[in-house]
């Protein structure tokens, strides 16, 4: 099963300079793609999620175009092909 | 004043360096735009090292270090300061960037939020929770100050590394005398008007400590009302509010050389939170606390900002040069040990911590 991640401009030096990652998560979820993600790029994860594993409270994950809390949270499924969008919230002054 | 001085300026919305050289001072930046810039702590126990707390509202806390005087940051791969998994908490941010002794110039500590003690052994790369204080008893009874619940301030005793004094908002000090094992509450003395019981053993809204290095037993306290002094190594304190014009304040500094020289900068509190008479005035004292002396020369009047717990500094000059940043973005430099002041930024984010050194 491959995911594609796609990552805006602010984290994108964080991966290498590149906007899409290709994972194979060993979980079929989101948190299962993080995990991955952890693993090669640990600068970029701890940028989506704190060291309790929770989603940053101002980045966003869209599955597939579903914003992940009106899904399953870090739980939320993934399918073969499934592309992941990272938005951080517009939130702040 | 000596030659040169590299302040740091840490605002809400990034960090500032000043630089001083031939009297003329140059401000850059932003660097690491829009962080919030809790902590900075410049380290100058071998080659100097910037270490800075570094929070993005969205992408979470860090530190980053300089070992360039600014020029360039690293931060390594992976999270600097985090809890442990077995605590299922998250950092927050960082408070506070603390070089220890200068017999040990491995060894920095970091004060967070939520409160906890970090020690690194790496100069400041990566940082390990200090058990000893998150385990203790009381941890589940500190309450969070209007800011957050934070490890606000670290002093390591300059002669014996095993010896550590934390402060936090709220829960008051605590010591270690064992190099973190345990830890005591060292409360004795001061008071905590806003609970039933107003001298408790610990629940006190403590703004700021400080410790000369030359008077390693005595510290001095800024309170949430109240300013202290203790003469026994934190174990007890007593007033020296006497001669301020208002007993509450966030930060308080010992001058780098004289240890009876100390600075804070009194607020109205609480139902105002300016200078007395909107008169921006740092107050140093050079009995230890017993006298206290408003400084004024080339400082504002009709100012209606506020000082921050970290940033009023010194830098290590003798005479000193002592620097404070304001909420409304200015930051003042202060000559011969305080006595005349300039303004040296303005229209800054507003400033939450600062630190110089100078050579």
Redesign the interface.
């Known amino acids: 099963m491959r995911v594609t991640l796609v990552l805006p401009l602010l984290l994108r030096e964080h991966a290498g300079g590149r906007q899409r990652l290709e994972v194979e998560p060993g979980e079929a979820t989101l948190a299962g793609v993080l995990d991955v993600v952890a693993a090669r790029h640990p600068a970029l994860e701890r940028r989506l999620r704190d060291e309790s594993r929770g989603l940053r409270r101002h980045v966003n994950f869209y599955l597939d175009g579903e914003e992940c809390r009106w899904l399953d949270g870090a739980g939320s499924e993934v399918r073969d092909g499934t592309e992941v969008r990272v938005i951080p919230s517009v939130a702040g002054g | 004043m000596s030659n040169r001085v590299l302040l740091l300026i840490g605002t809400r919305k990034g960090l500032w360096l000043a630089h001083r050289h031939r009297g003329d001072w140059e401000v850059t930046g932003p660097h690491l735009p829009m962080a919030e810039i809790y902590a900075v702590a410049a380290d100058t126990r071998g080659a100097p090292r910037l270490l800075v707390g570094a929070s ?5 806390p860090s530190v980053v270090t300089s070992d360039d005087l600014g020029a360039t940051w690293q ?1 390594p ?3 600097p300061i ?2 442990p ?1 077995d605590t ?4 927050e941010r960082v408070w506070q960037l603390a070089p220890g002794p200068a017999d040990h110039p491995e060894v920095v500590h970091a004060g967070g939020e939520p409160s906890a003690l970090f020690r690194s052994e790496d100069r400041g790369r990566t940082f390990q929770l200090v058990r000893g204080l998150w385990d203790h008893p009381h941890r589940e009874r500190w309450e969070p100050g209007f800011g957050g619940q934070a490890v606000h301030t670290v002093l390591a005793n300059p002669h014996d590394p095993d010896r550590v004094v934390v402060a936090m908002s709220a829960g008051g000090v605590y010591r270690t005398e064992d190099g973190g094992d345990s830890w005591q509450a060292s409360n004795r003395g001061i008071k905590a008007y806003f609970l039933p019981d107003e001298y408790p053993e610990f629940g006190q809204c403590v703004h700021k400590i400080a410790q000369h290095p030359a008077e390693p037993e005595r510290f001095f306290l800024q309170n949430h009302h109240g300013v202290y002094r203790s003469d026994d190594g934190a174990a007890s304190w007593r007033s020296i509010a006497d001669g301020l014009p208002s007993d509450f304040g966030f930060p308080i500094v010992t001058h780098p050389h004289r240890p009876d020289v100390v600075f804070g900068f009194p607020l109205t509190a609480d139902a105002t939170r300016y200078p007395p008479g909107g008169r921006c005035r740092v107050y140093r004292s050079e009995d230890a606390g017993e006298t206290w002396t408003g400084l004024s020369e080339g400082l504002p009047d009709r100012f209606w900002s506020a000082v921050m717990r970290d940033a009023l500094c010194t830098d290590d000059a003798d005479p000193a040069g002592v620097y404070f940043g304001s909420r409304s973005g200015e930051v003042y430099a202060g000559s011969d040990d305080g006595d005349r002041w300039e303004r040296i930024a303005a229209h800054l984010p507003d400033v939450l911590s600062l630190r110089a050194m100078s050579w």
């Open positions: 993005s509202t969205h992408f979470g931060e791969e992976v999270a985090a809890f998994a299922g908490v998250a950092l």
